[in-house]
């Protein structure tokens, strides 16, 4: 099989931790007779200081030409603090998700034996865990109407949901249920928010024609905590965009360890594969980054591609790399391996 | 001391346990020698159904008139199921929280001994948790504009905050950080939303005045990772209305108990005192519900009284209650008492 795929690096540990992931694919490739070819894009802090731009033209190009995109990670401190910047790394990436309407953000949560003493939750919590996140990522507060008071008196967003918008990603929601055990679960605000309502309405009309899945809904406050008090009550959760955004953040730290967390974003046309962990930019350069995020990441990539034989190896590596206690300094800050060993690792097991 | 209380019982299990509260208040009183009289409001569902209105007029009267509001509980699952109903009961809680300015709503998060077992987190996680919530409560996204197109294709909601809003909370927290630890985390998402963006510019403006306290910012996704993680590094945490809502609920699994945990919501004039829990309408009518929530949330109106000595009594009455056993079917499915008799025995301790 031939393959293009758009490697976008990013900023902080996202090119350290990308490299890893092109080397396993190639390994895959070799192993299986594919053949994989790159283009590499700018995005971000990094694209902006190379071109003033956090999205260059050529990166939504490339993209579009590509049949998946691999990213690492997105952002920069000296962007943070300062809330009158006009230029953002992040930018780059809501833009990318826009133009190329990656609308659903898929999540999927679980956890690893070997990792069972790093999570701040207690073996009990964590017992069957197994859950996915779908959280809408082109609509809602990130991309309605902002504005500011020229005096900074006053400043606003707006969250507005289409009707059609909330369909199209809760189809894919219902589908991956009836393929997991058979239960979704919208988070919203619908007793406050009027977008939440909708949110509400449109699941309640679409669940007859998935008509073997049990629907519930959960407030958002309350999802907050039921992710921590009893995980495994989650098959699919699907959710909005800035709610997606904190409950996904806050179900990853289950797990233990942030950096071995994947996530997939698709669209009609194309689909974007990614760790969910950030820059971190005190880490970046360093050769100490957990790279598996990415490579679990490069894995649904080969899954997207129809390869799931490939895709189970590269999770096999993955596996077999955590239970030997071949990790970064994240998971065992004694005795641990470098960034660039650990991609070795896992391809030289592929 | 003459005070008076206006006292909404509102909906599920909210008279059952603010009658406990009472119950402890006049303990007090005949202990101290205070006089404490009471006028009891509707609001909610309860509210609805015996006057169609979610919030009376007469209650918005009756807590202007008193010094200080014990609230029980809102909401009921039939409104909550019906995304095109019209009258809602959270309306009457967001209408009196609006009607009498209550702007910061003040939750402590601590840890205790007795319940370190039914917390979902490692004891590791457990250790020194101390820190308050300051939740702007009468702004942002819960009280901006709200639109529904007439054929339900697109809904939306309005996210404002002016500079003035911001202020009135910062300063309360800041001042409640130098009474602390002297630090401050102000949580938003500044890296996308225009609000959040003047959040952080009004609070680096501020953060001056109160020299001694060292800020820092979290994006609400990390916030809600690191809550979780590391829940000892945070002392006052400083967010916008929904935020504060998704994470102080988050924040209030860490004790082991909901039915814990207490709650006061402040204004220029006047303040309300309510447990962090719901309606939870299914425990209703039983005498289980734990009272302690409103029982402490009645400590801290003491508190706002200037009476700190009897707060501190019905706090020692509660952590001895907790020690010795003498606890609801929440927190000892097997040996339990009813809530009736923990209202008594807390009130006989005082
Ligand atoms: C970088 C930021 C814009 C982004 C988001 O909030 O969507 C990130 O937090 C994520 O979740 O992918
Ligand atoms: C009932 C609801 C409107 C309310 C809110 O979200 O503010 C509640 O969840 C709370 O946190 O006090």
Redesign the pocket.
């Known amino acids: 099989m031939n393959k293009h795929i758009a490697v976008i690096n990013g900023d902080g540990i996202g090119p350290e931790v990308t490299a890893q992931s092109v080397r396993v694919l190639n390994a895959i490739a070799e192993q299986f007779g594919h053949e994989f070819t790159y283009t590499y894009c700018l995005m971000g802090a990094d694209a902006i200081d190379k071109t003033g731009n956090p999205l260059p033209d050529e990166t939504v190009e490339g993209c579009l030409n590509a049949d998946a995109i691999l990213f690492g990670a997105?952002?920069h401190p000296k962007y943070d603090n300062d809330p009158t910047a006009k230029v953002r790394p992040?930018q780059g990436?809501?833009k990318l998700r826009k133009s190329l309407q990656l609308f659903a953000n898929i999540r999927p949560v679980s956890t690893y034996a070997a990792l069972e003493h790093l999570s701040p939750l207690k073996a009990k919590q964590l017992e069957n865990v197994d859950f996915v996140i779908y959280r809408e990522l082109t609509g809602g507060i990130?991309f309605g109407e902002k504005k500011v008071a020229e005096d900074y008196s006053e400043a606003s967003d707006l969250c507005v949901y289409t009707k059609t918008e909330i369909e199209r990603i809760s189809h894919l929601a219902f589908k991956a249920a009836q393929q997991r055990r058979k239960k979704l679960t919208l988070v919203d605000k619908a007793n406050v928010l009027e977008s939440s309502r909708l949110w509400r309405k449109v699941v309640q009309e679409i669940a007859p024609q998935y008509s073997d899945v049990v629907v519930d809904f959960l407030f958002v406050d309350n999802a907050a905590m039921q992710i921590i008090l009893n995980p495994k009550q989650f098959d699919v959760v699907l959710t909005e965009n800035m709610f997606g955004?904190i409950i996904s953040?806050e179900a990853s730290v289950i797990s233990g360890s942030l950096g071995l967390l994947p996530s997939a974003s698709v669209g009609a046309a194309t689909a974007l594969f990614e760790p969910i962990h950030g820059s971190y930019p005190q880490a970046a350069g360093k050769d100490i980054a957990n790279p598996t995020g990415s490579i679990l990441s490069a894995a649904m990539m080969l899954d997207h591609f129809g390869l799931h034989k490939e895709a189970e190896v590269v999770r096999a590596g993955v596996n077999w790399a955590l239970a030997n206690g071949f990790v970064t300094k994240d998971i065992d800050p004694v005795n641990y391996y470098f960034t660039s060993t650990i991609g070795e690792l896992i391809s030289d097991f592929v």
């Open positions: 997105i952002g992040e990436l809501l990130y955004d953040d």
